[in-house]
């Protein structure tokens, strides 16, 4: 697994221009990421809202539409067939949209009912998906190919038959996760898939996710949320964003049992728990406010709001080092311990 990348992030950067009176501001949503994902992770993006975790999605995918902007660094795909595609180097969206997206890598948005158009029935959906790469499919197959995945994911065969807005919340996030998958890409990216379902659901959504990977239709997935609990649950690895930047990555149980970087150990101590040790200590908080990244504070995004800050944080930004096998951070307390 881990010989095979199948996703790789170069320090990408990518600004929202923002316009003030006749002042034109940069927002740094995402500032400098560098990330690999394997064949056969599910890796979780984890961070506050506002931390640029869906914005990275788009980079991901080059979905770029102003004020958005690409600004610089480099992500690569590498297809099961060896290939590698340079997706940054692409000269237009319509190439990106026409060269990999759906085939070789798809995106679930936040919002399932918006993710399909509420008009048009799953099975023209279906058509439309597999006629973007394969321009010689009929409606009678892809209806085929449609029940196929739908029944994979526990969703009857009428599914096709109906407009998205006949199913339920939990019918409706299947739905758009068998649709993303028709092409089998090896990389899905889920953008907060469980944020509006009730628990039930939720592991529902979670399961499905598994069986897509288990089956072979991706290979790897990236699940975007706020919820590290969620996370959790499925993840195999973990990345931590903050105000830009990713500061921790990790193997789940070493991320969830051992954080290294005082922001990851804030998010975790700030989620409820259910056992007994957990309510005994109760629930923190993370003091202060994420950093206005038009304006980020110098050295160590982190600082103003870290219990453990020294001066060198609010002077240089720390380097993002492996501390130990599997294990990157970008904190000044783990600075030296690269290699160990």
């Not at 958005?68 to 340079?86: A, C, M, Q, T, W």
């Not at 469980?194 to 996710?209: E, G, N, P, R, Y």
Request: with cysteine; proline share 6%; glycine share 8%.
């Amino acid at each position: 697994m881990a010989n095979e990348p199948r996703l790789i992030l170069k320090d990408v950067r990518a600004y929202y221009r923002q316009l003030k009176g006749t002042t034109e501001y940069q927002v740094k949503a995402v500032d400098g990421v560098s990330l690999e994902v394997y064949k056969g992770d599910i890796v979780g993006l984890v961070g506050e809202s506002g931390c640029g975790k869906s914005t990275l999605a788009k980079v991901m995918m080059m979905n770029i539409v102003p004020p958005l902007e690409y600004i610089g660094g480099e992500v690569e795909l590498v297809s099961r067939d060896g290939r590698k595609f340079r997706i940054t180097q692409f000269k237009s969206k319509d190439e990106v949209k026409s060269t990999i997206w759906g085939k070789h890598i798809a995106y679930v948005p936040q919002d399932a009912l918006n993710a399909l158009m509420p008009t048009i029935k799953i099975k023209k959906i279906a058509y439309d998906v597999l006629r973007s790469h394969k321009k010689d499919v009929t409606m009678s197959r892809a209806v085929e190919i449609a029940k196929e995945r739908l029944k994979e994911l526990d969703l009857p065969d009428y599914v096709v038959d109906l407009y998205p807005f006949q199913l339920s919340g939990g019918m409706r996030q299947r739905a758009v996760l068998a649709m993303a998958t028709l092409l089998s890409p090896e990389v899905l990216v889920v953008d907060e898939p469980t944020s509006a379902l009730d628990v039930t659901t939720q592991k529902i959504v979670l399961k499905s996710l598994l069986q897509l990977r288990k089956l072979g239709f991706v290979d790897s997935i990236i699940f975007i949320t706020h919820d590290i609990s969620t996370v959790r649950q499925i993840a195999n690895r973990i990345a931590v964003m903050y105000a830009g930047k990713i500061v921790e990555v990790g193997d789940t149980d070493s991320i969830i049992w051992e954080p290294l970087h005082p922001y990851t150990d804030g998010l975790i101590k700030s989620v409820a728990s259910i056992e007994p040790e957990g309510r005994e200590k109760g629930i923190s908080y993370i003091p202060g406010q994420p950093p206005n990244l038009i304006d980020p504070p110098k050295g160590c995004r982190f600082h103003p709001r870290c219990p453990y800050a020294m001066d060198v944080c609010g002077e240089k930004e720390p380097a993002f080092v492996e501390v130990k096998p599997g294990r990157q951070v970008a904190c000044w307390l783990h600075q030296g311990r690269g290699g160990q």
